[in-house]
């Protein structure tokens, strides 16, 4: 009974399809006011880097995401995704990297769900179900 559901290239798609939309879905959103780049611009330029690093988080956010939901190249597409979310750990989100939030969950459980789903798309790639499976 258990074994119909043993189905590994579903459960890639799954991942690919969540991870990827959700992603996606800030992407847009950045790409729709484009005051969060200046902010992200003004962010970096305040840490002594250069301000258009800013646009990288489009290649993060857009790009990435997009590669993975299609599967083509889904392993670097989940590279670009972490280290996307790793700069955004580092460069905002720091002070609450050992905090609770008032339900008793990780202050950061969003931002680590992309993380670590980029990271199992790295190690997992796309699957059958994609345009280009690996």
Do not use: C
Request: glycine letters at 12%.
């Amino acid at each position: 009974m258990l074994r119909a559901l043993h189905n590994d290239a579903l459960g890639k798609l799954i991942l690919r399809l969540s991870v990827g939309v959700l992603m996606l879905l800030h992407g847009i959103s950045k790409l729709l006011n484009p005051g969060s780049l200046n902010w992200i611009s003004d962010l970096l330029a305040g840490y002594g880097l250069p301000s258009f690093l800013a646009y990288g988080v489009l290649i993060g956010e857009l790009i990435a995401p997009i590669m993975a939901i299609v599967g083509w190249q889904t392993r670097v597409a989940g590279l670009l995704m972490a280290g996307n979310m790793l700069v955004a750990i580092a460069l905002v989100h720091t002070s609450e990297l050992f905090m609770l939030n008032q339900n008793g969950g990780w202050q950061l459980e969003l931002q680590g769900l992309f993380l670590f789903g980029a990271a199992a798309l790295i190690f997992l790639g796309s699957g059958r179900m994609a345009v280009r499976p690996d």
